[in-house]
């Protein structure tokens, strides 16, 4: 990055777009660290304060979670690395790549000769779309991530305050008893780790992208 601020010839934009990473990198440790309480309320993990230190803090805060409550910081990885795994693999060219070559593979061996049975061309089909199921399978793989964190999150923050009142309130329009704090915290639990990997992704590739421009 130094070197790109140094050689470029608009070092500014390549000093802005550092910074909103470097930002971005330090409100990335602070999310992991508040995403992380449903699973620790779910799971029964020790009670936790955070440090109230910033930047600095949010590292050792993700530290001290790490120590206490690991089960709950692995299970969160895990589902994090589901939900964004489709993101990923959107963004492999090489594999992308490879997936086509092999599909052309199979269907130059195939030949062009129709074949009249209906159930061997779609197994012939099938069989040319096999190099692109790791890309399909993402994406219900993410879907499946983000049904279990939704519940998870809806545990740790049930949104209704009384559900006999709730029932009784629909009748009338009346949404006094959602808590509606709660509605928010499960929405940003759910989807805020791919907005900031997203954000992280964008800046990321403008950074690449400016250093490079003159290669």
Do not use: E, H, Q
């Given at each position: 990055?130094?070197?790109?601020?140094?050689?470029?010839?608009?070092?500014?934009?390549?000093?802005?777009?550092?910074?909103?990473?470097?930002?971005?990198?330090?409100?990335?440790?602070?999310?992991?660290?508040?995403?992380?309480?449903?699973?620790?309320v779910v799971m029964g993990s020790p009670t936790f304060q955070p440090s109230n230190v910033p930047i600095i803090g949010w590292a050792y805060d993700l530290l001290t979670l790490c120590y206490l409550a690991t089960g709950a910081v692995i299970l969160w990885f895990l589902i994090q690395l589901a939900q964004v795994v489709w993101i990923l693999i959107a963004l492999d060219r090489r594999a992308h790549r490879s997936a086509v070559r092999e599909s052309q593979r199979e269907q130059a061996a195939q030949g062009t000769q129709y074949e009249s049975d209906g159930r061997i061309r779609r197994i012939r089909k099938r069989a040319v779309g096999v190099p692109f199921f790791f890309i399909a399978a993402s994406g219900w793989i993410a879907l499946a991530a983000f049904v279990a964190e939704f519940?998870?999150?809806?545990?740790?923050?049930?949104?209704?305050?009384?559900?006999?009142?709730?029932?009784?309130?629909?009748?009338?329009?009346?949404?006094?008893?959602?808590?509606?704090?709660?509605v928010m915290a499960i929405l940003w639990g759910c989807f805020s780790t791919e907005l900031v990997v997203i954000a992280l992704i964008i800046v990321g590739q403008w950074i690449w992208s400016h250093k490079t421009a003159d290669n």
């Open positions: 990055m130094k070197d790109g601020i140094a050689d470029n010839d608009n070092p500014f934009m390549m000093l802005i777009a550092v910074v909103i990473f470097i930002v971005l990198c330090a409100l990335a440790l602070k999310l992991i660290a508040i995403n992380l309480m449903p699973y620790l519940i998870i999150n809806l545990k740790a923050y049930p949104p209704v305050r009384n559900w006999n009142a709730f029932v009784a309130g629909l009748t009338i329009g009346d949404l006094s008893p959602i808590d509606f704090s709660k």
